[in-house]
């Protein structure tokens, strides 16, 4: 999934209303429906959130996407093109980063989008990454 929304910044009050409208379907709505309309519900309920997370995490994840994707294939005009850049050289076996560099760009970009699209999937860093200062999935959502 290419996300490439620019310098989009959401107002925090737009977030704030997506996350208490999936917690109200969730908690006032849902409990009311059975079936095939509980789990059509359960769905826009999660889309909610991931709206929500997106809104409130997206930016600064793209701008540190951003400054390792400049540290391996140098400054472009978008992430986008950045991602398209580094894609077609490791399809290429042409990219001219360390390997290990590579790996942890790939795995951290990864991590962090994960923390939006589906926060309860379990993080653990690459086993060559000791030398990389460890954080332990700062985006992840509180339940």
Do not use: C, F
Not at 66 to 72: D, G, P, V
């Amino acid at each position: 999934m290419d996300r490439d929304y620019s310098d989009h910044v959401a107002p925090p009050a737009l977030s704030a209303t997506l996350a208490t409208s999936a917690q109200l379907l969730e908690t006032e709505l849902l409990p009311q429906l059975a079936g095939a309309l509980a789990l059509k519900l359960r769905m826009v309920i999660r889309q909610l959130r991931i709206g929500e997370r997106e809104l409130r995490l997206g930016q600064r994840l793209r701008q540190r996407e951003s400054q390792r994707m400049t540290l391996l294939v140098g400054p472009t005009a978008s992430l986008a093109k950045g991602r398209a850049m580094l894609a077609g050289q490791i399809r290429e076996r042409s990219a001219q980063a360390d390997p290990r560099v590579l790996r942890e760009h790939v795995w951290y970009s990864t991590q962090e989008w994960l923390a939006i699209d589906n926060p309860d999937w379990a993080t653990s860093p690459p086993a060559d990454a000791s030398h990389v200062q460890s954080h332990r999935n700062p985006t992840r959502d509180k339940k």
